[in-house]
Structures are given as C-alpha cells and as structure tokens.
C-alpha cells in the first residue's frame, strides 16, 4: 500500500508539473511578445499600410499585412471547409461503406497532416512556375487551402462519428431521406465540433508564413483582386526580422503583437461558440 501511494504522488506531482510547463509556456511567450511589442504598438502602425518595399521603410503600418493575412486564411479556410466537411461525411461507413479508398484516404490525410508546410510552398511554387503564374493571394489560398484541408478533415470526421447511431435511426424511421437526415440531424448534431474544426483550421492558415512565402507573394498595398500580390503578417514578421535596421525589427514584434491577438481571439471564439451550441445537442 506504502509503493502503491508514492507511486501514485509522483505521477500526480509529474501531472502538476506538466501543467505548470504548459501554462507556463504560454504565459511566457504572451508576456515576450506584448513586452516587445506593445511599446512600438500605434493607431498608425495598424491603420496605414507599409512603406518603402517589404515593409522595410521608416514609416508607414502594417494594415496591408493584416488584411492580407485575414484574406489568405478566410479564402483558404472557405475553400477547405466545402471539400472537407464533404471527405468527412464520405469517410463515414454508412457512406462509404468502410472501402479501402476511405482507409487510403485516412492515410493520405494523415501523411498531408505531417508534412512539413514548407513543403507545401515549394509545391506551390512549382506549380505556378509550371503555368506562368505570378504570386498572388489566389496561390496563397489554394496552397493554405491544401494545408487546411487535413487538418479540418479529421477533426470533422472525429465528430461526425461521435454523433449517435440512434439519432439517425430514428430519422430514418420517420421517413427523412439520407441527405435530410446529414443535413438536418447529423448537421446540426456536430455544429460545434465542425466550427471548432474550422477555427482550428483558420488558426493554422493565419499563423503560418512558410507555405505561403513563394505563391502569395508581399507588396505594400492591399490586394484588390485574387490575382494580385499580397502581403502577410508572417512573411512580414520574417522579412521584418531579418533585417539588421533597429526601427524595422520595431514593427515584426508590433506585427507578432497582432497575430498573436487574432490567435488568442480566434481561441476564444472558438470555446464560446462551442459552449453555446453544445446545449443544444441530444447526448
């Protein structure tokens, strides 16, 4: 009995100890980058858009990266949600019928899941090379589309299967067809697993800068068309810190700032939203 509560004191102080880590780490990485970045923080910084080429000039903000950063994740997100949430539903049995296409389907989505996104940008390089095609925020849709994808899938088909088996019979019995019974039951069933799936997803797309570095291109103006280039607050984070100017390096941590606050708020939305609907879920 003695062996059996030291045991079980050590993994609860490990337990403990891991979530300090984890809360800690956030903590950390928030108090860093509002300590580096609010000072330099202005009205003007996220009103005006860049100056002088790669946000490298002495004046001007960073509107033109945050616009283009909530353009490429929305586009991209947009995109990956309809092919998605329909893998997802295929990937059921009572849909697909457990084939071996859905397996290799589930294997190719997880093998995309861990593809480094840098990958995915020197794919979309390629590609638009191939076809003449300059950077623009349509080729930084589509390759955060492809990165999103994965993502979003598994999550949705994690939560359509969660959904009861009896819900569906009992549509079923009542006379709804398949595709009244997905839209009408399962649908409204995994709301808020989808939207947390989605939020999860738009997250990733307007965090990361490596996927979207060789097809969306960085200019200083804000995009007007799917065809032209935009800028980004990652690739601007990037850019920004790589310089050795002092005043420059000033705007990648108001950048980093921004980002950060769209993050944590696209966080939040998502618990929000997922507490808001699960009451109305037939558990």
């Known amino acids: 009995m003695e062996s059996r509560r030291i045991e079980e004191s050590i993994f609860k102080a490990l337990m403990i100890l891991s979530l300090v880590f984890v809360v800690g780490s956030l903590l950390f990485v928030v108090g860093v980058i509002l300590w580096r970045g609010l000072p330099v923080l202005s009205f003007d910084m996220i009103t005006k858009t860049g100056e002088g080429g790669y946000l ?11 616009v283009g950063s ?42 995309l899941w861990g593809t480094p996104s840098i990958v995915y940008g020197a794919f979309g390089y390629i590609v638009l090379i191939y076809f003449h095609i300059r950077a623009s925020l349509l080729g930084g849709i589509i390759v955060l589309a492809l990165l999103e994808i994965p ?15 009896d819900l569906k019979e009992t ?11 997905t839209l009408k039951v399962v649908g409204k069933q995994a709301l808020p697993g989808l939207m947390t799936g989605v939020l999860m997803a738009f997250g990733r797309g307007i965090g990361d800068a490596a996927s979207i570095l060789f097809t969306a291109g960085y200019t200083d103006r804000i995009p007007k068309t799917l065809f032209d280039a935009t800028a980004s607050l990652p690739i601007a984070i990037f850019s920004q810190l790589s310089t050795p100017l002092p005043h420059v390096q000033q705007k990648a941590y108001a ?18 939203l997922a507490k808001k609907y699960t009451r109305f879920i037939i558990k």
């Open 56 to 66: 490298l000039g002495k004046g001007g903000g960073i509107l033109n990266a945050i």
């Open 70 to 111: 909530l353009y490429l994740a929305a586009g991209g997100t947009i995109l990956a949600f309809f092919l998605s949430i329909a893998i997802a539903f295929y990937l059921q049995k009572e849909y697909s019928g457990g084939t071996r296409l859905s397996g290799m389907t589930r294997l190719s989505l997880d093998i």
């Open 151 to 165: 993502i979003m899938t598994r999550a949705m088909e994690e939560v359509i299967k969660m959904v009861p088996g």
């Open 171 to 181: 549509a079923y019995s009542l006379g709804a067809t398949r595709f009244e019974t």
């Open 255 to 272: 950048s980093a700032v921004i980002l950060l606050i769209i993050v944590l708020l696209i966080s939040i939305i998502t618990r929000l």
